[in-house]
């Protein structure tokens, strides 16, 4: 999968490589990737991962779905290739917060495996740990804090992930969380500690 690189530009190389600012913020640079139906999870256990790394010393920002469609990608829309420009914008964000040696934690659905594969290449040397918040589509209907799934049953959102568009599994995530029978606590726990496995964080 090639990258798409404007013409008539050059990489610029800093002075400053990924292995001081690891020694200056005691961390790794790394993206975090969680993915899953609507309302599986994805938000709540970003936000709640990225206040444990805080209380731990460590930096980290969230790169919501919603929110970065106010602002960065407020001109997309939900067809097909939208969904995929979409998906491609953050996957470079998320790759330069990681080259800053800060942690990136995107939460969006991203259903499609190709783009997430995208997003991974994207990451480069720094870690890129896919998280499928794997909860089933019946608990998350059942939750719809946002009654989208209702509205998507009554024809009124077309292409909504879970009903009339698709959802791609992760094939071979580095996690993979069902939220329905774990707390918040619980699914942090097991993130935190695929992150010192995968060597973002130090050994426990």
Known sequence: MTRKTSSNVTRHRGLV???AR?????QRGAVVWLTGLPASGKSTIGYALERRLIDG???????????????LNGDLGFSPQDRDEN???????????????????????SPYRAARARAREATGEQPFVEIHVATPLAVCEERDPKGLYARARAGE???????????????????ELDTAGKT?????DEVVA???R???????
């Open 17 to 19: 490589d990924a292995a």
């Open 22 to 26: 690891a020694k200056l913020l005691g």
């Open 57 to 71: 010393g460590n930096a980290a920002y969230v790169l919501d779905g919603d929110n970065v469609r106010h602002g």
């Open 87 to 109: 998906i491609r914008r953050i996957g470079e964000v998320a790759a330069l917060f990681a080259d800053s040696g800060m942690i990136a934690i995107t939460s969006f659905i």
């Open 157 to 175: 959102v077309p292409s909504f992930t879970g009903v009339s568009a698709p959802y791609e599994s992760p094939e071979s995530p580095e996690l």
């Open 184 to 188: 918040v606590d619980q699914c942090v």
């Open 194 to 196: 695929t992150l010192h």
């Open 198 to 204: 995968e060597g973002v964080l130090p050994p426990a």
